[in-house]
């Protein structure tokens, strides 16, 4: 399977951007998909996952309440709705499957995208 990240871009704070995450191949279902982000000079963090039926979903502290996960399965889509934007959301923003439950830990994921780049202006 690929996985493919697109819908980065320049965003302004407060503002709103929609990243997709779009499977070929193989499909999301069974698997949950999650959100990594990478800023510059900073380590890859977990930034949000849905379960593979989208009824559970998690998310790190600092984007709680703003960013929103959804899937819709029969696209084999994964989108991540970031809302009220802040610079220290500027980062790469990847995405990632794995069978069974969403982690929090990278190494648990086996398929992995690209990445997409966003960047948040104050």
């Known amino acids: 399977v690929q996985l493919q990240a697109y819908g980065g871009g320049l965003g302004q704070a407060g503002g709103s951007l929609r990243l997709s995450c779009a499977a070929s191949g193989r499909t999301f279902s069974s698997r949950a998909v999650a959100w990594f982000r990478q800023g510059p000079g900073k380590e890859r963090e977990f930034v949000s996952a849905?379960?593979?039926?989208?009824?559970?979903?998690y998310y790190t502290d600092s984007v709680r309440g703003r960013f929103t996960i959804t899937r819709v399965n029969t696209k084999n889509t994964v989108y991540l709705q970031m809302n009220s934007l802040k610079p220290e959301d500027t980062a790469v923003y990847y995405c990632a499957r794995r069978p069974g439950i969403p982690t929090t830990k990278g190494y648990e994921y086996d398929s992995w995208g690209q990445g997409t780049q966003v960047t948040v202006s104050s």
């Open positions: 849905i379960t593979w039926k989208g009824s559970k979903t």
